[in-house]
């Protein structure tokens, strides 16, 4: 592989083998080889079967053969599945080639990293056809019913805490709510509050590792109640919220140095995924979303993600989005 610049080493074979965006087109027949991240200014990739060079936008695939160059206020990163991150500054171009190296910069390695822990970013997306066109997205209704009340957090993801904060939301005016929490045994507590958010009770006994929950919210007003429906999430078992942080622990002192890099909101919310931490990987992929609105799959992935989780409405908003900026390129 022939670069202008350097790169650093990191481990990550495992996470980006099996990178499969549905909206742009991964070629059945072709082993991505790497993924285009950390983009500033304008980044062009020429696929190698390609006439010309294409402006490419964040989180777009290479295979063998493709070309990427930036322009002289450009710059992005590579990762590839060799366990390189390859830093391309302005003025710079990159083949892209299986077994590739760099010598030019001494390789920073991610230790700690159980591959079959991490990326297979095809969970991560939307079943597509071969035109781009979000299939899941024919399917997809908002949430039925308008719910008076619905819980926000914790909904349908694994968590960490014992003592999580509950919140939800109502298009209701109630005098009181009451929150409800259940074991698979039964009721565990029951607690009022006038708030939307409620911490919980310091006076009840914390959740268990490894085990589920289920909780729900009635409004009271004067003369009507309004009841949520019954939502779940779980606990990490103690053995996968070690291995979890032990893996944080070696994204962050691989990335110390751009810990705002979205190549490491990239890492961190596919391992929280792979985790079924679903909330913690939504606000990481959020965060890259943010920085690039004009992705598809930055918005494809946050669509499969909301949809996951049971968010319907703004699983409908991400997929059409990612259907829309996809059919513009």
């Keep these: 592989m022939k670069e202008h610049l350097g790169a650093r080493t990191v481990a990550l074979v495992p996470i980006l083998m099996l990178v499969t965006f549905g909206i742009l087109f991964c ?13 500033r200014g304008e980044v062009f990739v020429k696929a190698v079967r390609g006439p010309e060079f294409k402006k490419a936008p964040w989180g777009t695939q290479l295979y063998a053969g493709d070309v990427v160059k930036t322009s002289s206020n450009g710059s992005a990163s590579v990762l590839l599945t060799n366990n390189n991150l390859i830093a391309l500054g302005p003025g710079s171009s990159i083949t892209i080639s299986e077994g590739s190296t760099s010598s030019q910069k ?11 822990n991490l990326i297979d970013l095809s969970g991560l997306t939307m079943r597509s ?4 066109e979000v299939v899941a997205l024919a399917g997809l209704r908002g949430a039925g019913p308008d719910l008076s009340i619905e819980q926000l957090s914790p909904r349908n993801s694994a968590i960490r ?10 298009s209701v005016q109630v005098e009181k709510f009451k929150v409800k929490l259940y074991n698979n045994h039964g009721l565990l507590w ?53 291995l979890v942080e032990n893996q944080e622990r070696s994204l962050k002192t691989a990335f110390s140095d751009d810990p705002t890099a979205t190549s490491y909101h990239f890492l961190a ?12 990987s939504i606000a990481k992929f959020e965060t890259v979303a943010q920085r690039y609105p004009d992705a598809p799959a930055a918005h494809e992935v946050l669509g499969k ?8 409405d703004k699983a409908i908003a991400a997929l059409q989005k990612a259907l829309k900026l996809s059919q513009a390129k």
């Design 27 to 39: 070629q059945p027949s072709t082993r991505c080889l790497a993924l285009l991240t950390d983009l």
């Design 106 to 116: 001494e390789p920073k390695t991610i230790s700690g990293i159980i591959s079959e």
């Design 129 to 132: 056809t071969s035109e781009g």
């Design 161 to 170: 805490s014992l003592t999580p904060t509950f919140s939800w939301r109502s």
């Design 190 to 242: 029951t607690k009022e509050t006038n708030q939307t958010t409620m911490e919980y009770p310091k006076d009840d006994t914390p959740l268990h590792y490894g085990e589920k929950y289920f909780w729900q919210v009635e409004g009271l007003a004067l003369v009507d109640s309004y009841q949520s429906a019954n939502i779940g999430f779980s606990l990490l078992s103690k053995e996968n919220l070690t």
């Design 269 to 280: 919310g596919t391992l929280y995924q792979q985790q079924g931490l679903l909330e913690e």
């Design 305 to 312: 993600l909301y949809n996951d989780v049971g968010l319907k």
